[in-house]
């Protein structure tokens, strides 16, 4: 059987597939230091890292992005390939291969620069294969777990929700960064949709301080999401379901090697603990674990 076929996919990751450029300094940072430490040059874009999450979990994600035929872009696909992620459906139409560059010290992220725009510029031709046939359409939709990055357009986002070939999926929506949590906006209503977002990000939907992630979730649930995890850094994390209590867990307290990925770790272990039948109060803790895994510089499984 071809790795390309439908059936050869357990799900879908929709949004960013780029190179990460991450600098990290063992020390505190303040603006304008100049310090020594390690950079690293390495796959990511959320969509992507929800996917080689993913497939560490034994999973056969499909990713939907846009790449370019520059030599990062063929040295990136090769790199994801080896790791078990389907590129077969990359649009590769569009400009030159998306960057994400970002500085990281002892306490975590300073700053990070998103270069999206190859993704952003692709627009619906991202969304090609669940359209013709290849993976979806109209008339046979795809019927699994689909993640959704919030690095596509508020566009592409507004036509997702819509998406003939995606309404009978179970739509996993993950925003990029709180800058980009409000492009959320067309999907809080989808009946099959479940949010992933960190404090600030809810803050940012909610227009309001939220004190911590459980009084988030309940924002987030008074909004119209039907259903919405909360993550909180180093604090608990919550788990807020349309018409049931709401959950928590606290992660254990590691030391930081690295914070960019760990909510994507987390949004990936929690998907792997649900379809291995799990039920909420589990998959929470297992993703609360693996996400502190990721942070101390070990990722699970």
Not at 169 to 191: F, M, N, Q, T, Y
Not at 192 to 209: I, K, P, Q, S, T
Not at 241 to 267: K, N, Q, W
């Amino acid at each position: 059987m071809s790795d390309s076929e439908p059936n050869r996919l357990d799900l879908l990751c929709i949004g960013a597939m780029l190179w990460d450029v991450i600098g990290r300094s063992s020390r505190v940072m303040a603006q304008g230091n100049d310090m020594p430490g390690r950079i690293s040059h390495v796959p990511g874009g959320v969509a992507l890292n929800v996917a080689l999450a993913l497939a560490r979990w034994g999973m056969v994600p499909g990713i939907l992005s846009a790449v370019g035929r520059d030599t990062e872009g063929e040295a990136l696909i090769g790199a994801v390939a080896q790791c078990g992620v389907v590129t077969d459906f990359l649009c590769r139409d569009g400009g030159p291969t998306d960057v994400y560059m970002a500085i990281e010290d002892a306490n975590g992220l300073i700053a990070a620069i998103a270069d999206a725009h190859s993704l952003e510029d692709a627009g619906e031709m991202v969304l090609a294969p669940i359209r013709d046939g290849r993976l979806a359409s109209a008339d046979r939709p795809w019927k699994g777990v689909a993640v959704i990055d919030g690095n596509l357009t508020t566009t592409q986002l507004s036509r997702i929700a819509q998406e003939p070939g995606l309404q009978s999926a179970d739509l996993r929506i993950v925003p990029a960064s709180p800058g980009k949590a409000e492009r959320l906006a067309p999907l809080i209503g989808a009946a099959h949709g479940c949010f992933y977002l960190n404090r600030f990000e809810a803050e940012v939907l909610a227009g309001r301080d939220l004190p911590e992630s459980a009084s988030a979730a309940r924002a987030m649930l008074d909004l119209g999401m039907r259903r919405v995890i909360v993550t909180d850094g180093g604090y608990p994390v919550a788990d807020g379901l349309s018409g049931e209590e709401i959950l928590s867990a606290a992660p254990p307290a590691v030391t930081i090697a690295r914070v960019t990925g760990a909510g994507d770790s987390f949004l990936a272990a929690h998907i792997a603990a649900e379809r291995s039948g799990a039920d909420r109060a589990t998959a929470l803790e297992k993703a609360a674990q693996a996400a502190a895994a990721h942070v101390s510089g070990k990722d699970m499984p």
